[in-house]
């Protein structure tokens, strides 16, 4: 290519408009630009002061790169604060989850305790048995004079145990 | 910011800032003050530090900084008397044996601007780009092309270009071709 056809092409495009620096940067860092990369383009190729800004700025990439590298431990620092907030924010308070468990609980309790409502099973089977025989659960219960109640009686032969000691001896 | 890290952010940034200024020399060739270039570049990455040290340092971002500078030293450049071409290249362009043909620099610069303009559409855009110093690889990535497909468009119409500017009595003694 001759020199001196881009000599006078630089020339003739010495007053062209350079397009925003941040676009330039965009295009530069290889930044999808979509439909504004052919425009902003056709800026550049009209623009001196943007041609070079972009030229410049692509030959310099490796060393921009190397030189934000080198500020990456302070970003890293940053980052694992910033990392450590969402956490904090996107998992499920220990609070949150002790709640959660006392609902269960409490719903497992609530069933528990609940009267036992028989089963179809169990009413048809009742249902068997004689009428004569028919009896509730609680009269099924044998009160028999062996209560403790009739046991525990002073006037009894033996006496009970709690009495065994002679504290008067 | 730590003094290591200090240190070694002073150290890469010396080493960016003379790799810039060599760019800039060899890129602009006068046009434009190196030195000032390395200089506003520095100011404005120290400054964005200490403006907010938790900001994202990106090289995208230093990359902002440069076009930034390069563009306000051009503008900066805009600014003074533009320099007429040196005597010597004005003369370069008449081309030999046809005064009556010849024309001044300006006007061998709006005959380009014409010239260019008359290509094919597809051509153009690759051939500005290359005439502003764009190696072919570049423009390939720049425009999502084939390195092929460039090499054929510029050089196409660099050719026609030429046939176009002799056309209207800029000879090879302007296009440097001889």
Known sequence: MSDRLSELYRKLSDQGAAPDAEALARLAAGDDLGADRDALLAQVAESRAAADALAIALAISDNAAALARAIAPREARVDVRHAGASYRRGVPLPWLAAAAAIAVGFALMLEVSAPVQPSPRDVASDAAVSPGAAADSLSEGSFEPTSIVAADSFESDTPPELFSDDFDA | ?178
């Open chain 2, 1 to 178: 910011m730590p003094d290591d890290l200090n240190e070694r952010f002073a150290r890469l940034i010396d080493e960016f800032g003379a790799r810039l200024r060599r760019l800039v020399e060899m890129r602009c060739r006068g046009a434009i003050d190196a030195d000032d270039v390395e200089q506003e570049v520095r100011i404005r990455l120290w400054q964005a530090l200490e403006r907010d040290r938790n900001a994202p340092f990106s090289a995208s971002y230093i990359q902002k900084a440069v076009v930034s500078a390069v563009i306000d030293a051009h503008r900066r450049a805009a600014v003074r008397a533009t320099e007429p071409l040196p005597e010597g290249d004005a003369d370069a362009l008449v081309e030999p044996g046809r005064p009556d043909r010849s024309a001044s620099a300006d006007e061998e610069v709006r005959l380009l601007a014409i010239a260019i303009g008359e290509l094919p559409q597809r051509r153009q855009l690759p051939l500005r780009l290359h005439l502003q110093g764009f190696s072919l690889v570049e423009i390939a990535r720049l425009t999502a092309s084939s390195d092929e497909a460039v090499r054929k468009l510029v050089s196409r119409g660099l050719e026609e270009l030429k046939v176009r500017l002799r056309a209207m009595g800029i000879g090879d003694a302007g296009l440097g071709d001889e």
